[in-house]
Every structure is written in C-alpha cells, then in structure tokens.
C-alpha cells in the first residue's frame, strides 16, 4: 500500500461516517494527527488476506489527555474501518493511537514548548480586551525589567538601541501601537522561547505593575485557562507586600485554577483566615490529599461564616456547617423561589442550586471519613489526589456562587438606596 495517495481516501471516509454516527472525538483523531498504515500480518492461507494497523501519532499532552479514552476510540476508529472497507475482502484494518516520539535539543534543560497558537490566542485577546501589558510603567519601565535594551538593536536610525527608538515613538511622537511589542522580532514573544514568553506574562501581574490584586488574579485565570492545553500554568510564588507575585511551572495537576478563584474570592471578602487555608490547599492537594479535603471543609465554612458577619446575622460556636450553609441559603435567597415556573429551565435552575447546597453537607461527611480532624482505625485507606483535587473543586464552586451572590445583594441595594436618595 503506497501511504499517503491510498490512506487518504479511507481517512476521510472514515472521518465522515464518524461525523454522521456522531463519533465527534473519533473523527477529531482521524483528521487532526498524522496517520501511517503499518503491514502487521500476512494470511496466506486464507486467500493472501493482510492485516493493515492504521497508526496515529499523538503528540505528548494530546496523548495523556486522551487517557482512558485511547481504547475507546480505537474501538470506534476500527469499526469505521470495517465499515468502509467491507468490500475489500484481502485487506483488514485496525486503528492505533500511539504516543508521538519528541526531541528537542534543550529537553535534557526541564524546558517545554509553548505552541505558537497559544501565544498567539493570548495576545489577541490582549488586543481584543484592550489589556495594558506594561500596566501602570511605561514601556521602557517594563521591557527593562526583562532586557538589556541598550544591548538591542534600533529600528529607527536615529538611535543605537531599542531604548531609544521605544522613547522616540512610545513617549515622544507616541505613533506606535499599544500592541507593538507583540510582533517585534526583538522581543521574540512570538517566536522565542517558551521562557521568555511566560516570563513576560507573569511580569505583567506583578504587584509593580498591577497593584490591584483583584485585576491581577483575574488575568492570571484567563491566562491560564489559555496556557493549560500546553502544560502550563502560572501560580503565586511569594507576596510582595500582600499581593501575589507569580511564577510559571509546568502543570503536575488541574488544582491550580480552584485555587486562584478561591483567592479572588478571599480578597472580595477580606477574609485573612481563608487565605491561610488556601495556602494549605495549594500545598496539600497532591502531598497530602487528607489534609486538602478537610481544609476544604474549613475553606467553605469560614467562607459562610465571613459572609454571614457581613449581613450582620449572628451564629453560635455550636452551629455546625449544615447550619452555616442553611442561613446563608436564607440570607442570600439562593433559593430560587422567584424563579417563575414558566421561565424555561426553572426546574432545572432549582435542582442545580439545590445540588450546590448539597455540596457541603457532602463536604462534611468526606471530611469525617477521610480528611483530618478524625481518628482512623488500622485499616483506613485514604483517598487519592485526585479526589482532593475533586473536594476542593467542589468547595469553590460553592464560595464562587455564594460570594458573587452576596456581592450582587451589596450592589443591588446600594443601587437602591442611592436612588431613593436621588428622589
């Protein structure tokens, strides 16, 4: 079989039944990696029948993200195969996916490559957004934090670095782009190398250059919900007078996300204690998913008990987080109740927060099996990171709800009572 004038045909014929069966992720292999048909086996008792194996090389992450699914699709990309080449009585096929072999001459370095889509996709949402990367510097400010721009070349012949051509038209004439440094070839954010780009990133959410935290955590998730598919996350190495600097690493678990949410929602609280207990989330997901799952427990219950002192409604030590999660339902209506029956979806928008509700009773239990803060006998098994991973996800989506709610209320009547003043 001569490779690619034969496979293709079958490819994308294979490609269009999966389509039409609904096999989406299947289809997705056979179109999106390079696939090559290997002779497996030869039958020359049964009428000379070959046994062809249909190969698809996925590259490393791909591959690890498909996880269990490899089998799966095997299975259905097989049985369009079949499908398509019932007719052919002498060959038979079978799909493989395979991992992609990689070599790159740094690798030995502990360095990754950073798709140049990806960067791409950040930095025309930068565009898009109207994001400042130099934030409250001048350009010259920031670029110096990371180059030597007197060691740069000028593109204006007037200068004899980069220095001066960034003064000349960003200060002085001021008729370059805000999105300039972007495709400068100087600065290689495009094309360099995957250090240099995430170096740039994590420059823009320094204290330095964004004070606000808020604004900084909030770029930080949009960052990484971009950086992720490559591997990548940024995450807060250290505080610089209480506000997060951060830092780049690959990614070792999917945690990341919860926890810088669950900090944007512990600065609009102002609650110091969550904080504390974030950071032991941060630290014990993976190390220690006992003490993850019972901070996390501690993370919801401090998060009630926050809010509730804000709409001044006392608790008593004795209250326990079923009592905690119950007055803020009642304070913050998150019941549903006004929800009329003829919107579309109001059964489902009730059983949705009914279901958020319920994630801290259910909290409570894992605690009492598997988290701290109980004995266990000699044959307790503990869980698994990622069942940490599970619980803590799960605790910030409910201090994620609840806190946005409570923030909506504040706004809302301070909206009314500065109207009723207006009249």
């Avoid at 200060?171 to 290689?188: A, G, I, K, T």
């Amino acid at each position: 079989m001569e490779q690619k004038e034969q496979i293709e045909p079958l490819l994308a014929t294979v490609h269009a039944l999966l389509r039409a069966d609904g096999a989406d992720d299947a289809a997705d292999v056979v179109r999106d990696y390079p696939a090559m048909a290997e002779l497996s086996g030869q039958d020359n008792w049964n009428g000379g029948t070959q046994y062809w194996d249909i190969v698809f090389r996925v590259p490393t992450l791909d591959y690890v993200r498909l996880g269990a699914k490899r089998s799966l699709l095997e299975e259905q990309i097989t049985a369009g195969l079949k499908t398509v080449t019932e007719h052919e009585p002498f060959d038979f096929y079978s799909a493989a996916i395979v991992l992609d072999k990689e070599f790159r001459a740094d690798w030995r370095s502990g360095t990754s490559e950073l798709p140049k889509r990806v960067r791409q996709n950040i930095l025309d949402g930068f565009r898009l957004d109207d994001v400042k990367w130099y934030g409250r510097l001048s350009d010259i400010e920031f670029l110096s934090r990371l180059y030597e721009l007197d060691k740069l070349p000028s593109t204006d012949n007037r200068y004899k670095d980069a220095a001066g051509d960034i003064w000349q038209h960003r200060l002085n004439n001021d008729d370059w782009e805000n999105d300039w440094v972007y495709n400068d070839s100087r600065f290689q954010l495009v094309d360099g190398g995957a250090e240099l780009f995430l170096r740039f990133l994590c420059e823009m959410v320094h204290p330095l250059v964004r004070p606000d935290r808020d604004e900084a955590l909030n770029l930080v998730v949009q960052l990484n919900d971009q950086l992720k598919g490559a591997g990548w996350e940024l995450y807060e190495e250290e505080l610089i007078a209480g506000r997060p600097r951060f830092a780049f690493r690959t990614i070792e678990n999917n945690s990341s996300r919860s926890v810088v949410r669950a900090k944007a929602v512990a600065e609009a609280l102002n609650a110091g204690w969550m904080a504390k207990q974030i950071e032991r989330l941060e630290h014990a997901v993976d190390s220690d998913p006992e003490l993850a799952i019972g901070t996390a427990k501690e993370l919801v219950e401090t998060c009630c008990k926050s809010i509730l002192t804000k709409c001044e409604i006392t608790f008593t030590k004795s209250d326990d987080l079923g009592d905690l999660t119950k007055k803020v339902t009642k304070a913050l209506k998150l019941v549903p109740e006004g929800v009329s029956d003829a919107a579309k979806g109001a059964e489902n928008i009730r059983l949705i927060l009914r279901n958020l509700t319920s994630i801290t009773s259910n909290l409570a239990q894992l605690r009492g099996l598997y988290g701290t803060g109980h004995g266990k006998d000699g044959q307790h098994r503990g869980l698994q990171p990622r069942h940490a991973r599970l619980a803590v996800a799960s605790a910030v989506a409910f201090i994620d709800f609840v806190s946005e709610t409570h923030r909506y209320r504040e706004e809302s009547q301070n909206f009314e009572q500065t109207d009723q003043i207006k009249k």
